[in-house]
C-alpha cells in the first residue's frame, strides 16, 4: 500500500514547532513512514505579526487559525497542528478538528524574579501576562499585584522576568515542558486557583472535513479521553465567551467512568468569581459544558460583558 505524502502545516514560533514535530514523528511510526516523508510548512498568521497589544483587542478570534485554515481549504497542506487552547470554538464548515494527542499536564506555573514563589512577591509587585484570566486568579488571591501586557514567545516571556522588567510571569507547564524548558518554572500553581483555559496542554489537529485519508491517517494518534475533555471545554467557552475579553477557565476530566468538569468566569480584577462544576457521562461531554455555562449565565445579571 503506498500513503500519500501528507503535508502539515503550523506556525512558526518555537512551542509550534516543537509540538508540530512530535505530531509528525507520532504520524510516521503509526504510518511506518520516515519523518522526512511528511512535509512542513510554516505559515505566518495575525497573531505572529501582532506583538504590541493584547489580542483580545484585535479583533478577537482566530487570529492563529485563520492563515492555516485557508491553507487546508487552498489544499496546500493536508493538516494543521495547534495548541486548543488558540483554536477557536467555531471553524470554517470545510475545517473539522480531527482530534486531540494526550494531554500533558494543565497547570499553570509561575515564574518569579530570582526564583520567588508568588506569595512571596512584594506588596505592589508586577506580574507579566496576556491572559485576562491569569491577571484575573492572580488578583483573587493578591489585589495588591499589578499586572501589565506581557506578549511574546516563551523564551521572550522569560528573558523579561530575568531581565527584571517584571517580578514575575505564569505560563502553561505543558508549553515549558515541550521546549525543555521545565526546570525554568519557580512554582506548580494549583488547579483551585488557577484552573487552566479551555483547552490547555492539548494539541489539537485539524485537516478538511471532507478529507477521509488525512482523518483515517489520524485516527490512531488521537486521543479519546482527550477529545472529550475538550467537547466539554469547549462548549462551555461558545456558551460564554462571545468577546474574548472576559476572564473564563475551564477543565474537564475522565473520573472513572465520569466526565468531571469545572469552569468559572471571573471579573477583570479578580474581585467576583463565577463557578459551575458538572460531570456526566463521557457521550454528553458538549451537554455538560452547555449546562455549566449556562448555569453562570444566569447568575449574571448583566451577561458576560458586565464582567470585564
Ligand atoms: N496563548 C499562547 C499559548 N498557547 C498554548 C500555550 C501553552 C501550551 C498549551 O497550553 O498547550 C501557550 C503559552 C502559555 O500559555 O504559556
Do not use: W
Not at 486557583?193 to 488521537?222: E, M, N, V
Not at 468566569?265 to 455555562?293: C, K, N, T
Request: overall charge neutral.
Amino acid at each position: 500500500m503506498t500513503t500519500p505524502p501528507l503535508r502539515i502545516g503550523t506556525r512558526g514560533s518555537p512551542l509550534a514547532l516543537a509540538q508540530t514535530h512530535m505530531t509528525r514523528a507520532l504520524l510516521a511510526r503509526s504510518l511506518g513512514v520516515a519523518e522526512d516523508s511528511i512535509a512542513i510548512e510554516i505559515i505566518r498568521t495575525t497573531g505572529d505579526v501582532i506583538q504590541d497589544r493584547a489580542l483580545s483587542e484585535s479583533g478577537g478570534k482566530g487570529l492563529f487559525t485563520k492563515e492555516l485554515d485557508s491553507a487546508l481549504i487552498a489544499g496546500g497542506i493536508d493538516l494543521a497542528v495547534h495548541s486548543s487552547k488558540d483554536l477557536p470554538t467555531h471553524l470554517p464548515t470545510e475545517i473539522i478538528v480531527a482530534g486531540y494527542l494526550p494531554r500533558e499536564d494543565v497547570r499553570d506555573v509561575f515564574i518569579g524574579r530570582g526564583g520567588m514563589k508568588l506569595a512571596e512577591l512584594p506588596q505592589g509587585a508586577t506580574v507579566g501576562t496576556a491572559s485576562l484570566r491569569r491577571a484575573a486568579q492572580v488578583k483573587r488571591l493578591r489585589p495588591d499585584i499589578k499586572t501589565a501586557l506581557l506578549r511574546g514567545n516563551v523564551e521572550t516571556r522569560l528573558k523579561k522576568v530575568e531581565s527584571g522588567e517584571f517580578d514575575g510571569t505564569l505560563l502553561a507547564y505543558a508549553g515549558l515542558k515541550r521546549l525543555g524548558l521545565a526546570d525554568r518554572a519557580t512554582e506548580l500553581l494549583p488547579l483551585e486557583s488557577f484552573l487552566p483555559a479551555a483547552g490547555q496542554g492539548a494539541i489539537g489537529i485539524t485537516c478538511r472535513a471532507d478529507d477521509a485519508k488525512t482523518r483515517a491517517a489520524l485516527a490512531p494518534i488521537l486521543d479519546a479521553a482527550t477529545g472529550f475533555a475538550l467537547a466539554a471545554e469547549r462548549s462551555f467557552l461558545a456558551v460564554l465567551d462571545g468577546s474574548c475579553r472576559t476572564p473564563i477557565a475551564a477543565y474537564a476530566r475522565l473520573e472513572g467512568e465520569n466526565l468531571v468538569f469545572s469552569g468559572e468566569v471571573l471579573r477583570s480584577d479578580g474581585g467576583e468569581v463565577f463557578s459551575s462544576s458538572h460531570s456526566g457521562l463521557p457521550v454528553d461531554a458538549a451537554l455538560i459544558g452547555y449546562h455549566a455555562g449556562h448555569d453562570i449565565l444566569r447568575r449574571l445579571p448583566h451577561g458576560v460583558a458586565g464582567l470585564a
